[in-house]
DNA sequence: ACTAATACACGA
DNA sequence: TCGTGTATTAGT
């Protein structure tokens, strides 16, 4: 019963599911699923579609709090989710600004992880893509941000975390986009919130971690995410027998209601903004301006850029897809998560 | 290294 | 005072 409303309450699904486009090159009517059966209005569809190699048990199951899944449980998730990411790129520049902004002078990512990280966060390390001059396809851009991921992927488990600033990072992010440790925690950690606060509070140095290193190494891989892709897994479909917690307001929120975001889009509910008021976003308008790319040899694992200050990631999972509108932090209210 | 329980803090 | 979110801590 539970599980069911949890489910409900994703109304932001406007899912793309590329199955067969090879062709690299769409326009942002390509990714509307209407006349298209190339692409899947995934919110319509009850059942999950598990992406192959992926199991859906361990990907939504957050609590009881198990015995640390395995982070390569945890990195699947992530990767899946980055991969199956529109990525913005054209206001590379002002989302770069945006995202981990102020707290990011004293302990830049770099500060934070250890050298031969390249540059950990996703906007950094995107940024120096082109703005899609003509926007077309960079398939060499492509095929060096998946290096580059792979790199970093491979360092991240072996670098050597500054668990202090990291720590410092992770609560600045958290007020400043005032979530909840119990949801961080509990959606990016699969920890509970007390293990936060006090990790957050009392971070023990890296070399005097064991088996700890690992919700470190989440944390620092929830921040290497594109700002819409961190709030997208927060938004993670709770499991079914996911426990409610104090305070986790997640379970009893209604159902937002959001604008129809893109025109021909699966059936949004038509009603008042969400968050009210007008878009403290960038971009004016709703539907994403500007030509898309998309590419990626693995449907799952695309990555499409777009201009006009828009992102959204999709998943196989409708109640997982969501928008990457880049809101302004205050736009981001709990109730959001 | 964590969880669960609960005390505590605080805005509405 | 209630609803929420955070800090503490006994117990695994």
Not at 162 to 172: C, F, P, V, Y
Not at 291 to 319: I, K, M, N, W
């Amino acid at each position: 019963m539970d599980e069911t409303r949890v489910r409900d309450r994703a109304p932001l699904t406007v899912i793309v599911a590329p199955s067969h486009v090879s062709p690299p090159r769409l326009s942002p009517a390509d990714l509307l699923p209407d006349g298209d059966a190339a692409f899947h209005p995934l919110s319509a569809v009850n059942g999950r579609l598990t992406p192959p190699g992926l199991e859906p048990a361990s990907y939504a199951t957050l609590t009881p709090l198990l015995p640390l899944p395995p982070i390569s449980t945890v990195s699947d998730k992530f990767a899946y989710h980055a991969g199956g990411t529109f990525t913005v790129i054209q206001q590379q520049q002002s989302y770069a600004s945006l995202s981990p902004a102020p707290y990011n002078e004293p302990l830049s990512p770099q500060s934070a992880y250890s050298r031969r990280s390249a540059s950990p966060n996703s906007f950094e390390r995107r940024s120096p893509t082109p703005p899609l001059p003509s926007p077309g396809l960079d398939l060499n851009a492509a095929l060096l941000a998946r290096e580059e991921q792979a790199q970093q992927q491979s360092q991240n488990d072996t670098e050597e975390i500054n668990t202090k600033e990291l720590a410092q990072r992770i609560s600045g992010e958290l007020k400043r986009y005032s979530i909840p440790q119990a949801i961080f925690a509990q959606r990016v950690l699969c920890r509970s919130q007390g293990t936060l606060s006090d990790l957050l509070r009392n971070p023990k140095p890296w070399s005097k971690l064991k088996s700890g290193r690992e919700t470190f190494r989440r944390m620092w891989k929830w921040l290497q995410e594109p700002e819409f892709q961190r709030m997208s897994a927060l938004r993670l479909a709770d499991a079914p027998n996911q426990q409610t917690l104090k305070g986790d307001n997640v379970n009893n929120m209604q159902p937002q209601v959001y604008p129809r975001e893109y025109q021909g889009g699966p059936p949004v509910p038509q009603g008042p903004m969400y968050p009210p008021g007008p878009p403290p976003w960038e971009t004016p308008a709703y539907e994403p301006a500007g030509d898309v790319t998309c590419f990626g040899p693995d449907p799952a694992e695309r990555q499409l850029q777009t201009q006009g200050g828009y992102g959204f990631g999709y998943s196989a999972f409708p109640e997982e897809a969501a928008f990457g509108f880049h809101r302004s932090p205050a736009a981001y209210p709990a109730s959001y998560f």
